[in-house]
């Protein structure tokens, strides 16, 4: 079955700096969320001290004391044991050794933190400025609504992205994520399959599959260990798996192809849908798989088109009794169950009626305009990735939906030309769920500076950082040196939503009003 080139075994693979460091979380009234008490009861103090004091999870890997240096990377690192699962589980899922309530204690002072923080620095603008728009810290607690939970706990990833690399035991065929560090030189590939957010079809496609692909299809071996390189030597980058409610499952190959033909290429990627199809990997049913040559640290599908092998080129969800249509390279909410729970938290915020425009900035595959257009006026949604548009649009007519518009490209482009044509009264609320890089300047100006909008929901798994620039800009004193000449908003509620049960991140739903 292997149809792996001789002479590409010879190919010498040297280590990459930059593969590594690419890869190293309404309500007017209470009553009307879940968990609706001013503070949780049974606060303890344990917890308390660890959420305030930052120190949110176990220390993962011992570093070498100042002015010792650090070894140099061993062929082998010792037996696959239980010590590398628990350091593996400490990185990605730092919460898994409490309990799930105490999980959403610490994650509850963990977003009052952060938004002490944002009040302070706000207090602080409205002073020198000797205006007040912002609410007094001691009024926080009345803001901050204690976290929803996550209606699944365990194994609710719908999406997981592995590497391949050496393992602690010397393996080179490893396949999972990382633990250590570039500097300690310690870095190695830890299988996954004891994380409690991973589902098990997941852990399948990755360890008795992919595994046995890497084994027949092309990892070289070298005297001093063995390597993943992104620039020099190695094809095997990662393997994307992705699931729906049903079990239906995609999988996506990232190859790196260095110097090969498109001859080369062809035959491994036949030799792979072989694989799949009728050998070893017969045993995942795969719904679709494809095949992305990259040669960076991240390629879209623009950049490099996925291409598909076998199987149907989309997978479906059921969500809010919609049915969505997911690309491989579109963003959906890894926890579908939760998401839910986050969509009609955003829906209750935003209080769209038939005289709204709803205007979704960074909308992905449109689930949240979608859901709400029954009863807006208007759906205008934007985003990046154009086959996560081109999903939206499928959604909007399969359900029978009318009133939506989507719009491919940079929000900060596309976002005010359009508000110029909105500025004749019509009533718009604005929904924003960026990526962790937060807003483009230029998209909160436009927001800012467009008096239709009302009401504003700001949708942050990582509510600090750029985010916290982003609001600040938002809601402090006009500025014309920075051209923020609109009214400021003002932060009205604070909705924590825990779609990553066992991680430090929650989704934290902010409702701003002016």
Same mark, same amino acid.
């Given at each position: ?34 968990? =609706?008490?001013?503070? @949780?009861?049974?606060? +303890?103090?344990?917890?308390? $001290?660890?959420?305030? /004091?930052?120190? !949110? #999870? ?83 607690? =009345?803001?901050?609504? @204690?976290?929803?939970? +996550?209606?699944?706990?365990? $194994?609710?990833?719908? /999406?997981?992205? !592995? #590497? ?351």
């Amino acid at each position: 079955m292997c149809l792996w080139l001789t002479g590409i075994k010879r190919r010498v693979l040297m280590y990459s700096l930059r593969c590594f460091l690419s890869r190293v979380g309404l309500f007017s009234k209470p009553g009307l969320l879940p968990w =609706c008490a001013r503070k @949780p009861s049974d606060w +303890s103090q344990p917890f308390w $001290g660890i959420a305030c /004091k930052g120190n !949110f #999870s176990h220390v993962i890997s011992k570093k070498c004391p100042r002015g010792q240096k650090s070894h140099k990377k061993p062929t082998h690192l010792g037996p696959h044991d239980g010590s590398w699962q628990e350091r593996l589980a400490d990185v990605v899922t730092p919460l898994w050794r409490l309990s799930y309530e105490e999980q959403l204690k610490v994650k509850f002072e963990a977003q009052k933190k952060i938004l002490q923080r944002l009040e302070s620095s706000l207090q602080m603008l409205n002073r020198v400025n000797d205006t007040i728009t912002a609410p007094k810290s001691e009024e926080l607690c =009345c803001l901050l609504h @204690p976290v929803i939970p +996550s209606p699944v706990i365990n $194994g609710y990833r719908n /999406k997981s992205t !592995f #590497s391949v690399n050496r393992g602690p035991d010397g393996n080179p065929k490893t396949v999972g994520y990382y633990v250590g560090t570039w500097r300690d030189g310690n870095i190695v590939c830890v299988q996954p399959n004891h994380l409690k957010n991973i589902p098990e079809k997941h852990n399948q496609v990755a360890q008795e599959t992919f595994g046995n692909v890497c084994s027949h299809f092309g990892l070289i071996s070298l005297e001093n260990g063995w390597v993943l390189l992104l620039v020099s030597g190695g094809y095997w980058r990662e393997l994307i798996v992705r699931t729906n409610s049903e079990g239906h499952t995609m999988a996506i190959i990232i190859f790196h192809p260095q110097k090969l033909s498109q001859e080369e290429l062809y035959i491994q990627k036949e030799a792979i849908k072989e694989f799949f199809i009728k050998g070893p990997g017969a045993v995942c049913d795969l719904t679709s798989l494809y095949f992305q040559e990259c040669t960076m640290t991240h390629c879209n599908h623009q950049q490099s088109p996925y291409q598909l092998l076998f199987g149907e080129p989309h997978i479906f969800e059921d969500l809010l009794g919609l049915k969505i249509r997911i690309s491989p390279d579109a963003f959906f909410q890894i926890n579908t169950a939760g998401a839910e729970i986050l969509y009609q938290t955003v829906g209750e915020l935003s209080g769209v009626n038939s005289n709204t425009i709803l205007l979704d900035i960074c909308c992905g595959t449109g689930v949240i305009g979608l859901y709400l257009a029954r009863h807006a006026f208007q759906i205008i949604g934007i985003e990046l990735v154009e086959q996560a548009v081109e999903d939206a649009r499928w959604t909007a007519a399969f359900n029978g939906i009318t009133n939506c518009e989507f719009y491919a490209g940079t929000a900060e482009k596309i976002l005010p030309q359009l508000l110029k044509s909105k500025e004749d009264g019509q009533l718009i609320v604005a929904v924003v769920n960026p990526a962790r890089a937060g807003l483009h300047y230029q998209v909160v100006q436009a927001i800012r500076n467009c008096r239709a909008i009302r009401t504003l929901v700001f949708v942050s798994c990582k509510p600090h950082g750029e985010t916290t620039r982003n609001i600040i800009e938002l809601c402090c004193p006009p500025n014309s040196a920075k051209k923020l000449l609109g009214e400021p908003f003002v932060l009205r509620r604070a909705v924590p939503v825990d779609l990553f049960p066992h991680t430090l991140h929650c989704e934290l739903v902010l409702l701003f009003t002016r």
